[in-house]
């Protein structure tokens, strides 16, 4: 079964920056669009950044274009998201997530997500 | 604020049916793009329960399913079960200026 391990999260002061990184389980991970996806505490879902699958081009949200850029190493079958000027707003669950496999669009395996804190 | 409208909530007693609508516009569910449905229960990640509008994944039940007309889509859950409780979110593209992915509002699913 192929899993997305998320990993990076951690308690930050606002105008820091940290690097998410998620690993998958598979080597077939550099054939497959990538995503991160963020969940603020009891809010919804927010798509923020997407990576297609040789890396280029690369799509943001407005909440963090021009902050965050994604990035992959298909040969470590691995996901990045560097992160500065970080913000209270910022704070969220963040998510690695699989596009395209079962479809375009498909956002079809999600990782158990790594958590970050904007907090002075 | 959301791009795409769920209703906040919805109910139903075990074995009964419900349905979420999910309202988007001309530049996304109205433009012809596909809207994909996630079923995230308490304390776990989302997780895809049906794609392209109407097709299930493997492993997930024939309870569940999708449709769509114009710029609304819905999901419809039959035989309503206890372990069906959690947050459902639908997803589409959108192709305004700024736009990509968008996903719903959310809706929480109880079953009374």
């Known amino acids: 079964e192929v899993q997305l391990v998320e990993s990076g999260g951690a308690l930050v002061q606002p105008g820091g920056s940290l690097r998410l990184t998620c690993v998958a389980s598979t080597s077939a991970f550099g054939n497959h669009e990538m995503n991160w996806v963020r969940q603020a505490p009891g809010k919804g879902l927010e798509w923020i950044s997407y990576?297609?699958?040789?890396?280029?081009?690369?799509f943001y949200g407005d909440s963090v274009k021009g902050r965050f850029t994604i990035s992959r190493d298909n040969a470590r079958n691995s996901l990045y998201l560097e992160m500065h000027v970080l913000r209270a707003e910022d704070t969220a669950l963040y998510y690695c997530v699989r596009g395209g496999a079962a479809g375009p669009d498909v956002l079809d395996l999600w990782g158990q997500g790594t958590m970050v804190i904007v907090s002075s | 604020q959301s791009v795409l409208t769920q209703p906040p909530s919805v109910s139903g007693a075990p074995g009964q049916r419900v349905t979420i609508s999910c309202t988007g516009s001309s530049s996304n569910i109205g433009a012809g793009y596909d809207v994909h449905w996630y079923q995230q229960l308490p304390g776990t990640a989302p997780k895809l329960l049906i794609y392209?509008?109407?097709n299930r994944p493997s492993g997930v039940p024939d309870r569940f399913s999708g449709s769509k007309s114009g710029t609304s889509a819905s999901l419809a859950i039959t035989g309503l079960q206890a372990e069906d409780e959690g947050d459902y979110y639908c997803q589409s593209y959108d192709n305004s200026l700024n736009a990509f992915y968008v996903f719903g509002s959310g809706t929480r699913v109880t079953v009374l």
């Open positions: 990576i297609s699958s040789g890396g280029t081009p690369t």
């Open positions: 392209t509008n109407v």
